[in-house]
C-alpha cells in the first residue's frame, strides 16, 4: 500500500521556520522524483521544490528561492522541505508528490499558517 504521510505544519510568526517532512513507504523511494506542492484558498495548487532521485538536482519556485531549502534521505524514505523567512503568503496547504515516469503518489496534506 503506498503512502506518503506529511508532517511539520502547524501555525508559525512571520519571519519564523518550520520543517516539513513526507514520510514514503509502500514502493522503492529512491527511483522516484519527490517534490513539494502547495495550495492556498481560492488558488491553484502550485510547484513549491523539486529533488531528484538522487538529490543531486534541485529547483524551486521563484516565490520561495533562497528560503526554502529540499532535501531527501533514501536511507529513510523521507523528504523534507526546510522553511526560513516565513511570509503570511506561504500560508496553504503543503503536499509532497512521488513521481517516476506517468506515475504520480501525492499525500493527503499538512497545513501551514503563517500569521502574527
Known amino acids: 500500500q503506498v503512502q506518503l504521510v506529511e508532517s511539520g505544519g502547524g501555525l508559525v510568526q512571520p519571519g519564523g521556520s518550520l520543517r516539513l517532512s513526507c514520510a514514503a513507504s509502500?514502493?522503492?523511494?529512491?527511483?522516484?522524483?519527490m517534490s513539494w506542492h502547495r495550495q492556498a484558498p481560492g488558488k491553484e495548487r502550485e510547484l513549491v521544490a523539486f529533488?531528484?532521485?538522487?538529490?543531486?538536482?534541485?529547483h524551486y519556485a521563484d516565490s520561495v528561492r533562497g528560503r526554502f531549502t529540499i532535501s531527501r534521505d533514501n536511507a529513510k524514505s523521507t523528504m523534507y522541505l526546510q522553511m526560513n523567512s516565513l511570509k503570511t503568503e506561504d500560508t496553504a496547504v503543503y503536499y509532497c508528490?512521488?513521481?517516476?515516469?506517468?506515475?504520480?503518489?501525492w499525500g493527503q496534506g499538512t497545513q501551514v499558517t503563517v500569521s502574527s
Open positions: 529533488i531528484t532521485t538522487a538529490g543531486g538536482i534541485t
Open positions: 508528490k512521488a513521481t517516476m515516469w506517468h506515475i504520480n503518489y
Open positions: 509502500g514502493f522503492n523511494f529512491s527511483s522516484y522524483a
